[in-house]
């Protein structure tokens, strides 16, 4: 079965706007033949893709489903056509980097601002993207991913390990443990806790690990999405929260981070680079500008091990 492209990119704008007359007017098409396009994908697929809900549409479970595929897949499709001009004029400097949030507000404005200084030719992009699966997805040139005990390996990329960062214990500066030195995991069990990451991946498995070794489970009273949020709650003094020490970087007015003991949860970033790559100047120079920012002063060379490398 081959499905139409140009009927997914359409069906796609039903979606996001909401209704066959958005997409229209969106794409600059009659409502009509958008309504002819969704019909054949339909028939094409054999699926419902969509129902009716009151003035508009809605995509069915199946059509939402396609409709994040096809947003993957044009995505795809943008970056292969950016190749495809690279080509066409003589050139193919472009770098493609990606990491999780923290990490690209951290430390991908140093990077990019030195690649573009350094490589005036290259174009460089930059993608959020939070796990493992998004870098098998989407195959960036380099991406920062965080991992467990051993990083998972994708097929076509080395991997090298970039810092092991511990977590710490961020409070309103009026909370009872605030002027500590260092906090026992234990001490938190009996205070608020502002969820920073509902995700369920390593970064917050790490910390429910160090509770549970320390005898207790946190009680949530705020769950939020990332960092940023749980920290204005803990400058309103709702509770406290504890995050990895590179998400503490700025602070707001207010919170204090404290260091964590007994025992101290810790988070490994790897560096993940395209194999096709791994000899361009300018990805050898991104690994080089990344391990100075997490403060290993080695080259992209070093793995996770001296005599290991990880594919």
């Not at 600059?28 to 958008?34: C, D, E, F, I, P």
């Not at 009680?219 to 590179?246: H, K, N, Q, W």
Request: proline fraction near 6%; aromatic fraction near 4%; include cysteine.
């Amino acid at each position: 079965m081959m499905i139409d492209t140009h009927r997914l990119m359409i069906f796609r704008s039903v979606v996001a706007t909401g209704s066959v007359s958005g997409a229209a007017s969106t794409l600059g098409y009659t409502s009509s033949a958008v309504s002819q396009h969704v019909s054949a994908l339909q028939r094409e697929t054999g699926l419902s893709l969509v129902e009716k809900s009151g003035r508009g549409i809605v995509p069915t479970p199946a059509g939402r489903v396609l409709a994040d595929a096809a947003t993957k897949l044009m995505q795809q499709v943008d970056e292969l056509t950016a190749t495809v001009e690279d080509l066409r004029a003589g050139t193919t400097d472009r770098v493609v980097l990606s990491g999780f949030s923290s990490a690209v507000t951290a430390w991908m404005p140093d990077v990019v601002a030195a690649l573009t200084t350094e490589f005036p030719a290259t174009r460089v992009m930059v993608r959020i993207e939070e796990d493992i699966d998004a870098v098998r997805d989407t195959r960036p040139d380099v991406a920062i991913v965080v991992g467990l005990d051993r990083p998972a390996t994708v097929a076509g990329y080395c991997i090298h390990e970039l810092l092991t960062e511990p977590y710490v214990a961020v409070l309103n500066t009026n909370h009872e443990l605030a002027g500590r030195l260092s906090i026992d995991m234990v001490e938190l069990a009996a205070h608020r806790w502002i969820d920073s990451d509902t995700y369920e991946g390593p970064c917050r498995q790490n910390m429910l690990n160090a509770c549970a070794a320390a005898g207790f489970t946190p009680t949530f009273i705020v769950e939020t999405s990332d960092y940023p949020a749980a920290l204005r709650f803990v400058a309103r003094d709702v509770g406290l929260t504890v995050i990895p020490r590179l998400g503490a970087a700025d602070l707001p007015a207010g919170t204090v981070a404290v260091p964590l003991a007994n025992p101290t949860p810790q988070r490994s970033i790897f560096l993940y680079v395209k194999d096709s790559r791994a000899n361009d100047p300018a990805i050898t120079r991104t690994g080089e500008l990344l391990s100075e920012l997490a403060g290993q002063p080695r080259g992209p060379g070093s793995t996770t091990s001296p005599s290991t490398r990880l594919t």
